[in-house]
């Protein structure tokens, strides 16, 4: 099947014909591939890769490459095994060694991410064990020389690319496009505009398979190439990719200028133990701050913050409010203790409301001395339990109860528990309510262990004692508050091993105390 352009672009002020001659003399003169080079030619069968490898085909013998073609088949349309062997077709009729990566199992959601990186960790996995068997038979001189991956990318994606990042709120030091290398990855099309790759395939009379997904608009990348660049050419007058290209431009002169203040500095605020200073930062001109705050957040999360994001953290960190928290967007969470600003992730373990059915749990019980029935305590697999009432204690997982173990444990005390309580002990999530022993009714559990300057990195590494969530309005809790259990969390009794909620803290002289002991696995077992 021929090709169709989704969209005219302006024609280049370069002939087609002349593409092969300028695509070798960048290869060489901008160091994008080395001679002798190991080239690993990514190629779907669409127009950009199929002209990739012919190009590169020609180059081969001038700068004595090592051609090789890999093609991932990802299974999702009909016409993928159609595409692999026409691919295949391609590699034998240049004599380059053909490879084959088939997606075993589509991913149900996040298709374009996840088989990005499939693809990208497939390609790496390969080039490693080209450039392996190149030294095993050549030596070291051979695994010295150039290895690389080849990507079809051309100007319009590298234009779709910037205004992805403008779309997101990206800062304008971060608007820069593709790298034409970036380690092992090379795209060497990133100067040739995409009618001009169609006009030279279409004057060699060479035929590529056409994607029908690229021409639907279900992806933003999608979007952007099939609405929004044609329009923004029509009212650039063809001028698009100048255009973009001075704003990178400005970008780069801005990030060149942040540096040369950063680098100034008699220290960074950031620190080695991952925190970020904030009387340092704030020290800083206001555009360097916003730059310092952004690499922070990218170094300790791996992902870029849009602009918006970025000045509502400073807002916070110039505020007087020594302790908060702010939720990044991705799952990330960022928070000052004190004077130093730390990112983590949100956590993704804590239990569901239901239990978490992804979680291993083992529960630990005691039978209440003079009492008709029994307090039971479930915990994760990765921590050991010990219940203690008068002279009976009991351990989960280790065999029964035992001497050791009861004269072993310590940890918090709990009064006023009733028989037939079922608690757990989990993370804490959020909802969780926790009453003080100086108030009368419980607040957040988020703003206590803030009141009690436990610092934001820790928070998500605490314990608490909760009750069962299949129990806790079945006459197991009693007389819970309805504020206290609605939410994703509930009603907490302690935060191991410190502090115990007002009405958990003081013996009513009513029920057995129990005291409860909590001890990581991985130190139960040193």
């Not at 970036?182 to 099309?189: C, E, H, Q, Y």
């Not at 400005?250 to 620190?271: M, W």
Request: aromatic residues 4%; hydrophobic residues 45%.
């Amino acid at each position: 099947r021929r090709g169709v352009s989704a969209h005219a672009l302006r024609a280049s002020t370069e002939p087609a014909a002349d593409l092969p001659a300028r695509f070798t003399r960048a290869l060489e003169s901008e160091g994008l591939v080395g001679r002798g080079a190991i080239v690993l030619a990514l190629v779907s069968g669409g127009r950009d890769s199929v002209a990739l490898l012919h190009l590169l085909a020609h180059s081969r013998a001038a700068l004595q490459l090592q051609l090789h073609v890999l093609h991932f088949n990802h299974r999702t349309r009909p016409e993928c095994d159609e595409e692999e062997a026409f691919v295949g077709r391609l590699a034998a009729e240049h004599a380059a060694a053909f490879h084959v990566r088939r997606l075993e199992r589509v991913p149900t959601s996040g298709l374009q991410a996840q088989t990005r990186e499939w693809r990208r960790a497939e390609a790496s996995a390969l080039l490693g064990r080209l450039v392996g068997e190149r030294a095993a038979a050549w030596g070291a001189d051979a695994a010295a020389a150039d290895a690389v991956i080849v990507l079809g990318h051309h100007a319009d994606d590298d234009a779709e690319t910037v205004l992805l990042k403008w779309l997101r709120g990206s800062h304008i030091t971060n608007l820069a496009g593709m790298r034409p290398r970036d380690g092992a990855f090379v795209r060497p099309l990133l100067r040739v505009r995409k009618e001009e790759l169609t006009a030279w395939l279409d004057l060699s009379g060479l035929r590529w398979m056409e994607d029908a997904s690229n021409a639907k608009p279900d992806y933003k990348r999608n979007k952007v190439r099939l609405e929004l660049l044609p329009l923004l050419l029509e009212l650039t007058e063809g001028a698009l990719a100048s255009r973009l290209a001075d704003l990178v431009a400005q970008g780069a002169e801005a990030r060149r200028l942040l540096e040369h203040v950063l680098d100034a500095q008699p220290a960074s605020p950031a620190k080695a133990d991952g925190s970020l200073d904030v009387p340092e930062l704030l020290r800083l001109p206001a555009a360097a701050q916003t730059e310092v705050l952004h690499r922070f957040i990218y170094d300790q999360s791996g992902r870029p913050s849009a602009y918006a994001e970025v000045q509502r953290v400073l807002a916070h960190a110039r505020s007087a409010n020594r302790q908060f928290e702010l939720h990044l967007a991705d799952g990330w969470l960022l928070g000052r203790s004190g004077s130093r600003l730390r990112v983590a992730p949100r956590a993704q373990d804590r239990p569901t409301p239901t239990g978490g059915a992804a979680k291993q749990w083992a529960t630990a019980r005691v039978l209440l001395v003079g009492a008709q029935g029994e307090v039971s305590v479930s915990h994760p697999s990765d921590c050991s339990v010990v219940l203690r009432a008068g002279e009976v204690a009991a351990r989960a997982g280790a065999g029964g109860a035992g001497g050791a173990a009861a004269a072993a444990c310590e940890g918090l005390v709990l009064f006023n528990v009733p028989p037939g309580s079922r608690l757990r002990v989990r993370a804490r999530l959020d909802g969780d309510r926790i009453t003080p022993a100086w108030r009368e009714r419980p607040i957040k559990l988020k703003d206590f262990l803030r009141g009690q300057k436990v610092p934001l990195h820790e928070r998500d590494s605490l314990r608490v004692v909760a009750w069962e969530p299949a129990t806790a309005t079945s006459g197991f809790a009693p007389d819970i508050d309805s504020d206290t259990s609605g939410g994703s969390g509930g009603e907490v009794l302690a935060v191991y091993p410190a502090h115990v909620s007002s009405r958990y803290a003081h013996d009513d002289g009513v029920h057995p105390p129990l005291r409860l002991h909590v001890e990581s696995r991985e130190a139960s077992e040193t």
